[in-house]
């Protein structure tokens, strides 16, 4: 562990809370500790279990749907202040590591604790880098995919897919197989993500170029016509690094939850990671920077956003994409970084209707008690979407790209979780609301469907 893990390590606890509980006027006394730099402070959820109105009573829950306030974990990756709009990974403030890092420097990080130094770069960029290549028999199997097929839909697949050609990933608990896993993963992402691009747009694959940078590399399979050497756009290429480096990891949001719970039950990181993939495919996680553009098509013409936005607030309309945060609730520290940015992409393809509506709709937002009121922000997705569009990066990509980013981020969630003594299998309690118990008593006239009787009997 590093020091940084250290440091956020539990204290003694830092006092304890008295809960009476009038059913049986029972008193009792629960430890408060205390964690992490930050002394964030919490009670144990099977502390409650010891309060019990019987013997034979189970004990107490708390009920705490979409974990609005349940820490399901002790995590020395990633810190997020939501009202002061603050992201650190590993301690390092996102606008440094955006400004300075590479995006393989930031998977370091994420990783290990602390910074590469050269010979760990050296040797990692190597690593990635040979690992590019995925085997054949993928290439074929992500060609039985219709041309129509969402690429995310085929990224989940494939990822699943890759976890039958290396079954040693199995072994979770040996730290050269992680390693191997890890570097394969973050290896092949990008080749799989251009690859599901280039299926869509009938266009044949092109193989990793091992002279190319991460970023380079990925555009280059993404873009390489009949060029010998792919040169990309030194603009594009750092918006990119840049972007990746955002979206590398956000510490507890769905698609993490989803690779850390599948993934405690001791399955392979390609089979943990294909579940972070389903998980951002959702339009309230990953797919929102897709839902941002297909909402400014619909507007159309700035004209329209009043009405747009009445829609919003009487509730008929749609939600406004790109805006608002379960975390965040000042103002996500990624969509200054991303404004910035894409003012130098918009500054190489010139400014569009689109950005010209996404300006105006942010404009009217931000003025609006109704969005005001409810500490709604614009999201790192609000930009995303028109940057990567700018790219000519088609909209159904959009969380494509994020899921290559944040493979960085779900890969040392999940080696976080594995090596964590504390946790187990994720396994919820539920509140049973359903029938009591009662008799079976067949509401069926006939066991099997006549047509299908008939077809026997033929
Ligand atoms: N537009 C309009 N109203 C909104 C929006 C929005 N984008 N987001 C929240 N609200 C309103 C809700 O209707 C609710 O209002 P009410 O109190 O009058 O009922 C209030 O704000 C609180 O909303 P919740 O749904 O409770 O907030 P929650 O924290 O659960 O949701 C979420 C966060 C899912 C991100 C939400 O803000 C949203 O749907 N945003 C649009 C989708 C989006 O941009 N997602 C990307 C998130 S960033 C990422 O995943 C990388």
């Not at 349940?70 to 002061?84: H, L, Q, V, Y």
């Not at 301690?91 to 590591?97: R, S």
């Not at 290896?187 to 691009?197: D, E, Q, V």
């Not at 990181?269 to 920077?289: D, E, M, Q």
């Amino acid at each position: 562990m590093s020091d940084s893990a250290a440091a956020s390590t539990e204290r003694a606890p830092a006092a304890t809370l008295e809960v009476k509980d009038s059913r049986t006027g029972k008193a009792y006394t629960l430890p408060v500790m205390e964690a992490g730099v930050e002394g964030d402070q919490s009670i144990g959820g099977m502390d409650l279990r010891q309060v019990k109105v019987s013997e034979g009573d189970f004990g107490l829950m708390s009920y705490d749907p979409a974990f609005m306030n349940t820490a399901s974990c002790k995590s020395a990756i990633t810190f997020i202040d939501g009202d002061k709009g603050i992201l650190r990974y590993r301690g390092y403030p996102i606008e440094q590591l955006a400004e300075n890092a590479t995006f393989l420097e930031v998977a370091w990080l994420l990783r290990h604790g602390e910074l590469p130094t050269q010979t760990e770069y050296d040797e990692w960029s190597h690593q990635i880098t040979y690992h590019t290549y995925v085997h054949e028999n993928i290439r074929k199997f992500l060609e039985g995919f219709r041309y129509d097929a969402h690429p995310m839909s085929m990224l989940c697949s494939s990822v699943a897919a890759l976890s039958s050609f290396y079954p040693r990933a199995k072994n979770i608990f040996d730290e050269d197989e992680r390693n191997i896993s890890i570097s394969r993963l973050l290896a092949k992402m990008p080749t799989l993500a251009a690859f599901c691009y280039r299926h869509i747009k009938g266009l044949p694959f092109i193989y990793p170029d091992n002279d190319l940078s991460y970023t380079e590399n990925f555009l280059s399979m993404v873009a390489r016509m009949s060029e010998p050497k792919y040169e990309a756009n030194p603009v594009f290429t750092r918006a990119l690094e840049i972007l990746f480096i955002l979206h590398a990891d956000h510490e507890q949001n769905c698609s993490a939850n989803a690779v850390r719970a599948v993934g405690s039950s001791h399955v392979d990181p390609f089979s943990a990671v294909t579940a972070g993939i389903a998980a951002l495919y959702g339009p309230l996680h990953g797919g929102a920077n897709e839902q941002v553009l297909r909402m400014i098509t619909e507007i159309g013409d700035t004209k329209n956003i009043p009405a747009f936005i009445e829609g919003v607030k009487s509730g008929k309309g749609s939600r406004l994409m790109g805006f608002g945060h379960r975390v965040y609730k000042s103002f996500d520290p990624r969509a200054q970084i991303v404004k910035k940015l894409a003012d130098d992409v918009f500054r190489q393809v010139g400014m569009d209707k689109d950005l010209e509506i996404a300006l105006e709709l942010e404009r009217i937002a931000l003025s609006d008690d109704y969005f005001r009121e409810r500490k709604l922000y614009p999201n790192v997705d609000f930009y995303t979407g028109l940057i990567y569009r700018s790219m000519a990066f088609p909209t159904d990509f959009f969380t494509v790209l994020f899921a290559v980013a944040r493979t960085a981020g779900w890969l040392a969630q999940w080696e976080e979780m594995l090596l964590d003594k504390e946790q187990k299998i994720a396994r919820p309690r539920q509140i049973y609301i359903g029938k009591g118990e009662r008799p079976y008593q067949s509401r069926l006239t006939e066991r099997f469907p006549q047509s299908r009787k008939d077809a026997v009997s033929k």
